[in-house]
């Protein structure tokens, strides 16, 4: 079956580096996001990453695929103020454009 | 030139009604979705249209009805409203309905059933 699982929550101080995991049944799955939430709107899509890769980087974003383990993590570097959201992982595979989302990591900031 | 857009943002109305969200996006993409996202943030997509046509049909109680005019606009009636409705709708847009395509979200529209 399809899941996609997340801890509900991460508190980092500002400065620091957030690291928020994910996990997945769906060994198909060729396509994994992440996505952010911020009070309020519609989610954003931040980064994706290919199931052949097991790393991609994009400035303060850092995605790490392990695939055999089917874990997923995102690592925000230098944790600001205006990263505070939610971060929802999610997942699709041959079937089309439907996305699985995870539960969703409320990532707080403290001074 | 807002992308996704939603009406109403919040929706209170009472059981047993019935009730249309509506949603257009301007970016020109082929693939409309709707979401449904509940009081813990659990998001699950409900219906997906491509080109008009209904590709993703979740399971969802037939009290949903999409409809989709054209592929810019993908609408929601809702009929006999129960109290476990309430919760905040997502629309969304792709390109296409390829793998990989990126999901553009509208705000979302609040509805709450009394």
């Known amino acids: 079956g399809e899941d996609v699982e997340q801890s509900l929550f991460l508190s980092v101080r500002e400065g620091d580096s957030s690291v928020i995991n994910c996990t997945y049944t769906?060994?198909?799955?060729?396509?994994l996001y992440w996505y952010k939430q911020e009070p309020g709107a519609g989610l954003q899509l931040l980064t994706y990453?290919?199931?052949?890769?097991d790393m991609k980087q994009d400035q303060r974003l850092t995605v790490l695929l392990n695939k055999k383990d089917k874990h997923l993590s995102l690592r925000i570097a230098d944790t600001q103020t205006g990263d505070s959201a939610i971060y929802f992982c999610?997942?699709?595979?041959?079937?089309?454009?439907?996305?699985?989302f995870g539960s969703g990591t409320r990532l707080s900031i403290r001074p | 030139d807002t992308a996704v857009s939603q009406t109403p943002k919040y929706l209170v109305t009472q059981m047993g009604n019935d009730k249309s969200i509506k949603c257009e996006q301007n970016?020109?993409?082929?693939?409309m979705y709707w979401y449904k996202q509940d009081s813990k943030k659990f998001l699950k997509i409900m219906f997906s249209?491509?080109?008009?046509?209904?590709?993703i049909n979740e399971t969802v109680p037939n009290r949903f009805s999409p409809k989709s005019p054209d592929k810019a606009h993908l609408n929601l009636h809702i009929n006999s409203l129960e109290l476990g409705d309430s919760a905040v709708y997502f629309c969304?847009?792709?390109?296409?309905?390829?793998?990989?395509?990126?999901?553009?979200f509208g705000p979302g529209t609040r509805l709450t059933v009394t």
């Open positions: 999610a997942e699709s595979h041959s079937s089309a454009s439907k996305i699985i």
């Open positions: 249209y491509n080109n008009k046509e209904l590709i």
């Open positions: 970016l020109g993409h082929d693939t």
């Open positions: 969304a847009s792709s390109q296409d309905h390829t793998q990989g395509a990126e999901q553009y």
């Open positions: 990453i290919f199931s052949n890769m």
């Open positions: 769906d060994s198909s799955s060729t396509y």
